[in-house]
């Protein structure tokens, strides 16, 4: 069974950080575009960052600077590392994964949730001091 598994939320102080990680069973991460989304109270889904191949990356302008996507293909996770954090980052943070028909060196992933077709649990993140 093919799952994605998101652990490292919490409640943490405006000016903190926070690392997320998506760990996938069932499949390896390796070939896979990697999206991280979240949802706020009474909001529409929002699309945070992605990463596709080593270091392809791209990024939400709300959290451009201060958040980073990354990957640990050994371990099949990838993280999301968030400074700076702000009561506006409050939300469930999800990761989610998609596997193009054709990957290359030039391939660029997307912060669109049609995009994606496997779903973590997601985890709670909670600014608030």
């Known amino acids: 069974q093919l799952q994605l598994v998101e652990s490292g939320g919490g409640l943490v102080q405006p000016e903190g950080s926070l690392r997320l990680s998506c760990a996938a069973s069932g499949f390896t991460l390796d070939y896979y575009a990697i999206g991280w989304f979240r949802q706020a109270p009474g909001k529409e889904r929002e699309g945070v960052s992605c990463i596709i191949n080593r270091d392809s990356t791209d990024y939400a302008d709300s959290v451009k600077g201060r958040f980073t996507v990354s990957r640990d293909y050994a371990k099949n996770t990838v993280y999301l590392q968030m400074n700076s954090l702000k009561p506006e980052d409050t939300a469930v943070y999800y990761c989610?994964?998609?596997?193009?028909?054709?990957?290359?060196?030039?391939?660029?992933?997307?912060?669109?949730?049609?995009?994606?077709?496997?779903w973590g649990q997601g985890t709670q993140v909670t600014v608030s001091s």
């Open positions: 989610t994964a998609f596997r193009p028909k054709i990957l290359t060196y030039s391939s660029r992933c997307r912060l669109d949730g049609m995009y994606y077709n496997y």
